[in-house]
């Protein structure tokens, strides 16, 4: 008893030398963590939360214990608040979209400027590389301890009403977008007619035909049965890739000893590299087993050509200029570098 009282004191003594504010004894932690997500099990999002819970739970012998909220159900739903929620406490930790955060940190729209990542070598070469660490500074300043990547993925254009194959098919469309303003910019550069809601929202109104349309990774087709809320044709364009990060609150960071500190990080990082390996896995197998199982629900998977998809980059590039600025000139430059650097 003793022995542990002084041990809690020389804990608190050394949180202090260490300059955190609050002291890093096991007192101080709290019964249960939130973590938010937009999406939960079986999508590869909710599996990168359960796999982060579960290995740190593991890890920490029980010491540091996570519940998933998918839904965003924390804040009502209401993804693009998911940010501020989580710098001011609301939020413990998540794993969130860069989508749903970028209205806050601006940069974060770097991984929805059309078309600048022509593959996953690109996306890698951003997430993993310089810009990534970048991203991360600029996420520290904004509040909250970023540990690592995974991804929700490429995102695809899908509607109940016939085949995109042109620019043009997409006239008068009415598709709904994430509620970040790029996404309106782009559509609305198509000749569309979009219309920006939360995920919550979205589903309904696909099911009453209040939309036409939507965008979203392959995966999320099948995993939520988007041919069950009239979504018949999908055209795989690729034009932007979403990735996620796992982070966490910065008081609640500081509350932990280094050691758990240490064990979350490595956590995040091992649920994300398992995370992104699932998320791709259907998208990389030999014949994309995952357009196979869309033609089997009876919708008709449109590939665009190399010329076709062009056609697509020629029309948003008004906006990638626009944008440009946006989320930081330096930034964009450098990320397109590392793009035509990146092994082909
Ligand atoms: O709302 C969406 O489309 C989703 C689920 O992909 C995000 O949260 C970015």
């Given amino acids: 008893m003793k022995f542990r009282r002084s041990l809690l004191g020389l804990l608190a003594v050394a ?31 909710g599996e990168a939360g359960r796999i982060w819970a579960d290995l740190v739970k593991e890890r920490t012998q029980g010491r540091i214990n996570i519940k998933l909220y998918p839904g965003v159900s924390l804040i009502q739903g209401d993804q693009t608040r998911e940010f501020s929620a989580l710098r001011q406490g609301v939020i413990d930790m998540a794993v969130g979209s860069t989508i749903n955060w970028s209205p806050q940190v601006k940069q974060l729209n770097l991984f929805s400027m059309p078309f600048l990542m022509p593959d996953y070598a690109a996306v890698d070469a951003l997430t993993q590389g310089p810009v990534g660490k970048d991203i991360f500074a600029t996420l520290d300043k904004a509040g909250v301890v970023p540990l690592a990547w995974g991804e929700n993925g490429f995102r695809e254009v899908t509607n109940s009403k016939k085949p995109i194959k042109t620019p043009e098919d997409l006239k008068g469309m009415k598709v709904r977008v994430v509620g970040s303003p790029i996404y309106s910019d782009m559509f609305s550069a198509l000749g569309a007619n979009p219309t920006q809601m939360s995920w919550a929202d979205a589903q309904p109104a696909l099911a009453s035909g209040a939309v036409d349309g939507q965008e979203n990774p392959l995966f999320l087709f099948t995993v939520l ?37 240490a064990i979350v990080r490595q956590a995040a990082l091992d649920a994300g590299k398992q995370e992104i390996a699932i998320a791709r896995k259907v998208l990389v197998e030999p014949g994309k087993p995952v357009l196979k199982d869309i033609a089997g629900m009876g919708v008709t998977v449109t590939q665009l050509t190399p010329d076709e998809r062009e056609a697509f980059v020629k029309a948003t590039r008004p906006v990638y200029d626009k944008w440009k600025n946006t989320v930081g000139a330096d930034l964009v430059a450098k990320a397109e570098k590392a793009v035509a650097a990146r092994p082909k």
Avoid: R
């Avoid at 988007?226 to 690729?238: A, E, S």
């Avoid at 890739?241 to 500081?254: E, G, Q, R, S, T």
């Fill in 15 to 45: 949180a202090t030398l260490g300059g955190f504010s609050v002291a890093a004894t096991a007192q101080s932690y709290k019964a249960e963590y939130k973590m938010s997500l937009v999406l939960g099990p079986p999508t590869p999002w």
């Fill in 225 to 261: 049965k988007m041919h069950t809320v009239g979504q018949k044709f999908v055209t795989t364009w690729g034009y932007v890739c979403d990735p996620l990060v796992f982070v966490v609150n910065k008081d609640i960071w500081a509350s932990w000893t280094p050691a758990d500190q």
